[in-house]
């Protein structure tokens, strides 16, 4: 059922909420459809038998023209507005239909009279020519047997009696010359008529075979005996305007009902009302969709800020762990000399905070916490590049992003160097802090890097240089921001260790 309503351009859901009327009038649409595509399937089918087609060959040539009607109907209901040019073009679209089916029909209803027809035509032709061929032939050899009846005539008359002497003369022998001449002349005439006659003979067979393999396989010859079939046989003709009525009638209400289709019936006034409710539906669900989104981005935003909080928290922790483990080795040394009797060393202790070693390498972290230090927003920009990257790509992207958001500075006054933080507040850096604000992300990242002082560079070129290098598959790899490349080939380098580079920034900081 849902495919007859489809058919008739109409929607299930929509129409069963429809009148009955309503209903009846869609679903006698789409049958009406069907059987006009069944009228022009039969009407393709009997023409394609007309001219002897394979029965398959006539199935595919009724299914083309049903498919060509089908498909100007289908249009017509279910392209939306439509022109009235192509609804009025569909009335004589559709009794052209109707005339070609009839006409197929009465043809293959007299099948057997037309056939006998064509065949006494036929018949009556290669008789007429027949005989035009035998009258030509006697016409061409009549002049000719007269010339040799009225030698065999002067033959008998001047010839014979002659012979008949007993001693015949030389008039005999003049007479009879005459006669081997003729008969001689006679039958060269003969041989070249009889040359001609092979090619008009030839014509002949031709054209008689021509003739006899003519069979009763055109359809236009055929439609053209109708009308002397209908004067002859009044039935015949009674019966094709019977047909012709009926089915012009069907085509003609098939027609009606497609006129008949506007937007004030039952079904178009309730296919409004439900496109106006789907459209504030869709607008709704769009609304949702959005508020779901926007709750997404806030809640991917609270769990960046979140997992910031949290190594914030992890960083101010091993603060707190490393300054309790100071003060319980710090105590439990002094523990230690007041019980051994050293007051006095146990004082001066108390004035050094703990043993020179332990201050100076304390002091060194204390330094290599402030170089690299990561505020939120620094661990925010790593935390979501991450998020976009993989392993492989996590150091070219965060490359890229200090290479696009942090400038190069032409005016440093190269009185003091930049930690990490300060580099990335400023958006400005040398080299040098270029490297340590990219070695401060990969560090935050979990990615092993090594700041390394260049003296020549990839041209071989002595300079005063800072870069930063990686593993790449178990080879050194050096990035350098300030030349803008992620791989390049620096010809003579040095890896510095943390100290080595908490000490090169003291110096240059003094």
Known sequence: MRTFYRLAGVDYKIIQNCNSDTKTKYLNLSFSILLTTLFAFIGGVDIALQFDLHILASIVVGLLWATAVFSFDYFLINGGHVSSFFKWVRVPVGFANIFITITALLILLNKATINSTIGLQNADKISTL?????????????LLNGKKVKIEEYHQESCIPEAMDVLPGPKYRIRHSLCETTTKNLEKETSNLDSLETSYFNSYQHNRAALV????????????MLPDIFKANNFVLILALCAFIFLGYIELQSI????????????????ARYDENRKEFTASL?????????????????????????????????????????????????????????????????????????????????????????????????????????????????????????????????????????????????????????????????????????????????????????????????????YKNFDIKHTEFTLLTEVELINSYKNWNQ
Not at 214 to 220: A, G, L, R, T, V
Not at 256 to 271: A, G, H, P, Q
Not at 356 to 370: C, L, R
Request: with cysteine.
């Open 130 to 142: 027949d005989s035009t061929y035998l009258s030509n032939k006697e016409n061409r050899y009549d």
């Open 213 to 224: 393999q003519i069979k009763s396989n055109d359809f236009f010859a055929k439609a053209k």
């Open 256 to 271: 009606m009902l497609k006129f008949s289709m506007n937007e004030n019936d039952d079904y178009n006034i309730s296919r």
């Open 286 to 482: 769009i609304d949702n969709i959005i508020l779901k989104e926007r709750k997404n981005e806030e809640l991917m935003q609270f769990s960046e800020e979140l997992d910031v909080k949290n190594k914030f928290f992890d960083l101010q922790l091993r603060n707190i762990q490393a300054t309790i483990l100071k003060e319980y080795q710090l105590k439990s040394m002094l523990k230690i000399l007041a019980s051994k009797g050293y007051e006095n060393s146990t004082q001066v202790i108390k004035e050094i905070d703990f043993n020179p070693a332990f201050e100076i390498k304390n002091n060194e972290t204390s330094k290599s916490d402030d170089l690299f230090k990561m505020t939120n927003p620094m661990l925010a920009i790593v935390n979501k590049i991450r998020k976009k990257s993989d392993k492989e790509s996590l150091p070219k992207n965060l490359f890229s992003w200090i290479l696009n958001n942090i400038k190069y500075d032409d005016s440093h006054s190269r009185e003091f160097y930049r930690t990490a933080a300060e580099t990335y507040n400023n958006k400005l850096g040398v080299c040098g802090e270029l490297s340590v604000l990219l070695m401060a992300f990969y560090r935050s990242a979990g990615i092993d890097c090594n700041f390394v002082k260049v003296t020549k560079d990839y041209i071989g070129k002595e300079v005063s240089h800072a870069c930063l290098s990686i593993k790449s598959n178990s080879e050194i790899q050096l990035i350098d921001l300030a």
